[in-house]
């Protein structure tokens, strides 16, 4: 298998899956603990990161050997993005510093990045 399919197929599925966990826990355990904005910022961060999950997985689906570049960048910039933007508002969500916050629209960034590489890589292999 090639690389970017192991890659991004395995981050997709250990990304799906932890965002499941973290929804039923904030859905459970943090629901008494967190205001309304920090439990409605634990959500954004829930539904990006699935989404990107599943946006992982099509990187990995999509990907022929030998890979391409917009398949490896695809596959990084989704990566990077859900750590940097689920990751910050989750951290923002439990109480941290406020200068996280500039994380999440690198993150944001990353993630527009990685759906025009999706994009290119669907053109790469119809060529």
Do not use: C
Request: charged share 10%; hydrophobic share 60%; aromatic share 8%.
């Amino acid at each position: 298998m090639n690389p970017v399919r192991r890659q991004a197929g395995v981050s997709g599925s250990v990304f799906g899956a932890l965002a499941v966990a973290l929804g039923a826990f904030a859905a459970h355990a943090l629901k008494d603990t967190l205001d309304a904005h920090s439990l409605a910022l634990w959500r954004t961060a829930v539904e990006y990161q699935f989404v990107h999950a599943l946006a992982l997985i099509g990187v990995a689906l999509a990907s022929k050997d030998p890979p391409s570049l917009a398949g490896r960048f695809a596959g990084s910039a989704f990566l990077v993005g859900v750590v940097l933007f689920s990751g910050s508002l989750y951290a923002l969500a439990l109480g941290g510093p406020r200068a996280l916050g500039l994380l999440a629209p690198i993150g944001g960034a990353a993630l527009i990045a990685g759906w025009i590489a999706l994009a290119r890589l669907f053109l790469v292999r119809n060529e």
